[in-house]
């Protein structure tokens, strides 16, 4: 008799956790680009990072299956605002995963909190996503602009670049990622001559390379992306910038960028990123299974795709529940740990604390294998790399 009663409770036990996911599914969206500038550095990659998350937690969760879907934004907002609004309105759909191109992401995370859904946020990099847009309902994971800037600039003013001048995109994250970078410059005592902005997917840089090359600034940087950054750094390189003396920066690159560059023309580049796939065997193991279904190393924003999910799901798991406000608090609590991720702490205002790596493209004789591109030149810690508290917007922060 006692041996029923015990199966009886632990039956209803187990049906009261199931009962917990809401439509009996887990269903994480990935709105990504899959046809523009961005495809490389996110894309298809980001479908099969959220994938391999989904494979290392397990295809349930509290004894329900779990579902990735994907769809092509295009760098378009009406056409990524109009995706998400059916998949919440049609296709149930409980988070939305990357969503390279800030302007998008906005929006999409304006939505997120007016619905109550998730939003976990690897590909955009405006940082008032966290500041005076910050919401209890996105979870920021890889990178954003202060902490680009801030790691970037502040090295390479230390190095001699005490003059600069942007060839930036305009669009949101292009013009935060030179405003950042400007507070830091001018604060390290460097100052700004001046800068040039072009419309994204860009295929000619002569104009704005040369007027990089008569400003006679000691450094360019680069405030774009995707396939403008390769073609703005390509460009500088055939107009000479790098051999008349100036340094190029690269705000925001990934390891796809320098592929498709080139060795000879990105050397000296310097950059910052979140992760790299030849850090430790952990990284290397998980980026050559990666290589093996995409043909490319992950980007920062495809490894954040993945350690995202990855959290989501163990934060259900230990909520007991898909309740968005509850499960936010669980992964909140919980320290994220991951192939890339030891010890990361999400904050209140959504940005997720981590360490941050300056790194330096190699020469084409420093690498020694296919994709050994980078030089990680110093670790900053999480705390030293993104915004601190006290400088803060966000009302959810406590100070």
């Avoid at 400003?215 to 405030?223: G, L, Q, T, Y």
Wanted: a neutral charge; hydrophobic letters at 40%; one cysteine or more.
């Amino acid at each position: 008799m006692r041996h029923l009663l015990a199966v009886a409770i632990l039956a209803a036990m187990t049906s009261a956790a199931h009962a917990q996911i809401s439509d009996d599914v887990v269903r994480i969206g990935v709105l990504t680009d899959l046809s523009s500038w961005g495809r490389d550095n996110s894309g298809p990659g980001s479908v099969e990072a959220a994938k391999m998350a989904v494979e290392e937690f397990g295809p349930t969760v509290l004894g329900k299956p779990i579902e990735i879907i994907s769809a092509d934004h295009q760098m378009k907002t009406d056409v990524g605002v109009q995706i998400v609004r059916e998949w919440f309105d049609k296709g149930k759909v409980d988070a939305v995963a990357d969503i390279p191109n800030s302007g998008i992401a906005i929006a999409v995370h304006n939505m997120v909190r007016e619905r109550n859904k998730i939003a976990l946020l690897s590909g955009p990099g405006a940082s008032s996503l966290t500041d005076e847009l910050c919401s209890p309902n996105t979870v920021h994971f890889a990178y954003d602009t202060y902490a680009l800037s801030k790691v970037t600039a502040s090295a390479v003013v230390k190095e001699g670049g005490k003059s600069w001048f942007f060839i930036t995109a305009d669009y949101a994250f292009g013009q935060q990622l030179e405003k950042d970078a400007t507070r830091f410059i001018t604060e390290m005592g460097g100052k700004v001559l001046g800068s040039v902005r072009h419309p994204t997917n860009t295929a000619d840089f002569s104009s704005f390379a040369l007027q990089a090359q008569s400003s006679k600034a000691d450094v360019v940087a680069f405030a774009n992306a995707g396939q403008d950054t390769d073609n703005a750094i390509k460009q500088s390189g055939e107009f000479g910038l790098v051999q008349g003396g100036q340094k190029l920066v690269g705000l925001l690159m990934f390891d796809t960028d320098v592929h498709a560059i080139g060795l000879k023309a990105a050397q000296g580049t310097y950059m910052t990123t979140a992760s790299y796939w030849n850090m430790d065997d952990k990284t290397r193991a998980w980026s050559r299974k990666f290589y093996e279904r995409t043909k490319i190393m992950p980007t920062m924003i495809q490894t954040g795709v993945y350690g995202s999910v990855l959290h989501y799901l163990k934060a259900i798991k230990a909520a007991g529940t898909d309740d968005p406000q509850k499960v936010m608090a669980k992964m909140r609590e919980l320290p994220i740990d991951d192939a890339f991720v030891h010890g990361g702490k999400l904050r209140e205002d959504g940005r997720v604390i981590r360490d941050m790596y300056l790194a330096k493209v190699k020469s084409p004789s420093e690498s020694k294998e296919p994709w050994d591109y980078l030089d990680i030149v110093k670790t900053v810690k999480g705390e030293d790399a993104f915004r601190p508290v006290s400088e803060s917007k966000c009302p959810l922060l406590k100070k």
